[in-house]
């Protein structure tokens, strides 16, 4: 079983950055894809960003395509969010996910262990 926790979240201005961290226990997540997601009140979750267990394939949402920044680090068991440029409308809780697959994932559906996310809200 893996455990997810998020940290890094806050309360930030517009043009301001923010890191996200989301770090695994229970098992080594080396072998894992991995993903970030969001959900805003009264909206569907939706894609951010995703990378392969091995940290070479990545992929964006268009909506942050050149501002987001997504790692991982496997020494750490933890993957990580870089967030720069931020918009009001990046505000939403924020998600990490994996699954115990080596391509790289941008389903939903797919993750099979979710963190219990993060907030972040950035003021205008």
């Known amino acids: 079983q893996v455990q997810l926790v998020e940290s890094g979240g806050g309360l930030v201005q517009a043009g301001a950055s923010l890191r996200l961290s989301c770090t695994a226990s229970?098992?080594?997540?080396?072998?894992?894809?991995m993903g970030w997601f969001r959900q805003c009140p009264g909206k569907e979750r939706e894609f951010v960003a995703a990378?392969?267990?091995?940290?070479?394939?990545?992929a964006y949402a268009d909506s942050v395509k050149g501002r987001f920044t997504i790692a991982r680090d496997k020494t750490k068991n933890t993957m990580y969010l870089q967030m720069n440029s931020l918009k009001p409308e990046d505000t939403a809780v924020y998600y990490c996910?994996?699954?115990?697959?080596?391509?790289?994932?941008?389903?939903?559906?797919?993750?099979?262990?979710w963190g219990q996310g993060t907030q972040v809200t950035v003021s205008s």
């Open positions: 990378i392969s267990w091995s940290g070479g394939t990545t």
């Open positions: 996910a994996a699954v115990p697959q080596l391509n790289i994932e941008t389903r939903g559906h797919k993750y099979n262990y």
């Open positions: 229970g098992r080594s997540i080396s072998s894992y894809a």
